[in-house]
């Protein structure tokens, strides 16, 4: 039976007295100033490094990852990892290369580079892609997943799990950044602690369905029982090759799917953009320090659950009703059986997760749609407060379409690999636009505007090719998602540097961002922390290639 004894409920309310408690505090330490706009969007000068970094990791992190993740580590093992720890060496190198170019140019948003480096017309289109995704693909499906793994754990409707989790999420957005930034400090805190009792359970509980005494036993249990999902390559093939194909890991696909997504994505860049540079620096190497732990907290639990299955006891629990194996029950199922208290700290782990990311996405789509679309074409001149106040009425109405729409994806297997493809709809034309925009002043503003234009017709293209191929009687194979994003960053790349070339505006254009090598020097320090960074991921693929 799902429910949450006493002790749970002490737990979880504990934890939500200190966050919203806390939370309130920073909020009432700057209640009698009046909060301007980068104040309440970017909490300017006020976040540390740590903060920076927890917040990074924070927004990152949410139940697409706890839900998700471990689903995807139940269906196809240790490969999902590659997400993770990818990252962890891309953050690298936004912090050397792409955060110095955005704080020199005093840049706030994504769509107002855009707009500097190539015309408003780029942003503007740019901006409403943004605010689409973030808010009918992220928002959504992390209220979705947030909402289902607590009717699971805890029995209440989905439903009210959805509008709690949006109210709760609410409430720290309306605080600002620096409410967010703060208290995603414990978020973090909370959810990596709760989530390594999850994986300490799950290991276990192998452990004891294997014969061995211990933890540790568990752990290797896992790679004897479930070799098959010890593998970062995974070849053609393989059962799961077409949603991460092996080779994307070394052509581009996955450089690409998180450059985009760490380097021009606003909810992501946005908590850095506050602070100086050597500050922002080290939040984001802290950020990658903490994103190599992250597959131990999810995917671990996933596999251990797939061995649970394959031996029985959860044989019942990650099937529905119709007998069909439910990758996405993993994580929830584990969560039911943590003995009293221990619940409770999942419990606040996982809405630590949800309401961090929600709160962080809000944010980011409340400032793009006051500073890009409101100010720039309803009212020019409009104060910061009733700026502040439009980015407040945002964040509402956009929880309140996320919670119309959250039912809707029920019907999905696995909800990550479904984020995953279907922002990567666009995510290489952006990627393209803001590559060549940084680091090649030729790139004009009708080569951005095809690419702009052009991106999503070619990944729908890509996408249904084969079944198009099929249907005719000529043979084709589904493309994978990741190859796709390859193809049309190549393709796009090529129609930019085409146009841009045969554009008569070309290097007449005024627009321009500062660019200049002393920007890309960086500290002995941030040297020694990358290359540590390096070694442990050059290990773990030795060992798991």
């Known amino acids: 039976m799902n ?3 006493t002790a749970d409920y002490i737990v979880f309310f504990v934890y939500f007295i200190i966050v919203v408690g806390y939370g309130y505090w920073i909020y009432q330490r700057r209640r009698h100033k009046q909060l301007n706009t980068t104040d309440f969007f970017l909490a300017e000068g006020s976040l540390t490094w740590w903060a920076i970094g927890a917040s990074l990791i924070a927004s990152n992190i949410s139940a697409e990852h706890f839900i998700g993740m471990a689903g995807s580590g139940f269906a196809m093992g240790l490969a999902i990892s590659s997400y993770e720890w990818f990252a962890a060496a891309t953050l690298l190198i936004v912090a050397v290369f792409f955060i110095p170019i955005y704080l020199r140019n005093h840049i706030y948003t994504m769509p107002q580079f855009l707009a500097q480096r190539y015309s408003d017309t780029v942003s503007t289109i740019l ?35 959805t509008i709690g989790l949006a109210i709760f999420a609410i409430f720290i957005t309306l605080g600002g950044m620096k409410v967010i930034g703060y208290t995603d400090v414990i978020q973090v805190i909370v959810l990596i602690f709760g989530g390594l009792v999850i994986t300490y359970l799950a290991l276990e509980l192998v452990a004891q369905e294997t014969g061995t005494s211990s933890v540790w036993g568990g752990l290797l249990s896992l790679r004897q029982k479930a070799d098959s999902h010890f593998h970062m390559f995974l070849p053609k ?47 984001i190497l802290f950020a990658a320090f903490l994103k190599l732990m992250i597959p ?75 500073l890009d679309l409101y100010k720039k074409y309803v009212d020019k001149n409009a104060s910061d407060q009733k700026l502040v106040n439009v980015g407040r009425w945002a964040v509402v109405g956009s929880f309140v379409i996320a ?42 503003n009708r080569a951005a505007l095809t690419v702009a234009i052009l991106t999503l017709p070619l990944s729908i293209l890509l996408k249904f090719w084969p079944d198009v191929m099929n249907m005719i009687g000529i043979q084709a194979d589904p493309i994978p998602f990741l190859h796709r994003t390859t193809w049309v960053f190549c393709i796009d790349v090529l129609l930019m540097v085409g146009i841009s070339l045969t554009d008569p505006v070309g290097n007449k254009s005024n627009k321009s961002v500062i660019v200049d090598r002393q920007m890309f020097r960086v500290t002995p320090s941030f040297v020694i922390g990358s290359a540590f960074i390096f070694a442990i991921l050059g290990v773990l693929y030795a060992v798991f290639w």
Request: hydrophobic share 50%.
């Open 3 to 5: 429910h949450l004894a």
């Open 403 to 444: 919670i119309g729409l959250a039912p809707m994806l029920r019907s999905l297997d696995q909800v990550y690999q479904y984020i995953q493809e279907y922002t990567n709809f666009i995510t290489p034309g952006i990627f393209a636009i803001f590559l060549l925009g940084f680091f090649w002043k030729r790139a004009t």
């Open 127 to 161: 901006a409403v892609f943004w605010l689409v995704v973030y808010v009918l693909v992220n928002l959504t499906s992390i209220l979705y997943l947030g909402a289902i793994a607590i009717e699971s754990l805890v029995g209440i409707s989905f439903t009210t799990c």
């Open 237 to 283: 093939g393989h059962p799961h090759h077409e949603e991460l194909p092996g080779m994307a890991l070394v052509t581009g696909g996955m450089w690409l799917n998180n450059l985009y997504y760490w380097g021009c994505n606003q909810y992501i860049v946005q908590r850095a953009l506050g602070a100086d540079l050597k500050t922002a620096r080290s939040g």
């Open 296 to 370: 131990l907290i999810v995917v671990i639990p996933g596999i251990a659950a797939y061995v649970l299955y394959q031996s029985g006891p959860f044989r019942a629990a990650m099937t529905d009703a119709a007998g069909v194996v439910k990758p996405d029950h993993a994580y929830p199922v584990l969560m039911n059986l943590l003995p009293v208290g221990m619940k409770g700290l999942a419990f606040a782990a996982l809405t630590a997760a949800i309401v961090a990311s929600l709160a962080g996405k809000c944010n980011s789509i409340s400032t793009i749609f006051t």
